[in-house]
């Protein structure tokens, strides 16, 4: 038996694009009404939601790296970590964060005022309604990060320049929150160190006083015999005085 032939009949395709444009012409009249009916939707939608204002502010974050490099080891900070820029978005929306910033900016009393009949809002309340105003997103195919603030303020309040300002607030905040936990991590760390000095200088002390007793024990000269003049071969440990 000959195989099938399987070639595609230009005929055929040129019906079947006759027939989509028949049923077209038909269904013409509810086709555009739908399309009507979207667009004025979206317009009606557009002129009853509240107008809005929006400031965006860029920030650069990298991983802390310990300014002390262990002895035989080498710091990477090339690791790729997939979980660090959501958790930083996640620092950025914390209320260590935002408390801050309704503190500095008296946002308490700013939106009590707006939203609470000129009763000043509780903190919690505060910040919830904040955190709604905030997105938090990567730029792409970068490692910066964007914090994005929404203000409903009416034009007298100049919402733009508080849009900006809360922006601009929550940036700062969240790069001195970083600053004091990297100080922070630094003076435990120093302060590691100087107990382990204390403890060095402990054993110092203690092998002297071993050596001072063997050498009395034992009788053992501790002078130089060569040269012209004798000298002692052990010196007290003597700390450093500081300038």
Sequence with gaps: ?????????????????????????????????????????????????????????????????????????????????????????????SRKVLYKVIENLKLNERWGERYNNNIPLKTPETFDILQGKIDVRQTRNTSLIEIRVYSDAKEKENPAQEAAEIANKIASVYRDTRLELKQEMSRKGIKVLKEELQQNDEKVKAAEVDVDQLRKEYKISDVQPEGAYAYSTLEPQRKASPN
């Design 1 to 93: 038996m000959e195989a099938a032939k399987t070639n595609s009949n230009p005929v055929e395709t040129k019906l079947h694009f006759l027939d989509y444009w028949r049923i077209i012409r038909i269904r013409k009249t509810v086709i555009l009404a739908v399309f009507l009916l979207v667009v004025l939707t979206t317009t009606a939608v557009t002129f009853i939601l509240p107008e809005s204002w929006s400031s965006t502010v860029r920030i650069a974050v990298e991983k802390d790296v310990s300014d002390i490099n262990p002895i035989g080891f080498a710091q990477n900070n090339s690791a790729y970590d997939p979980f660090f820029i959501q958790t930083e978005f996640e620092k950025i929306r």
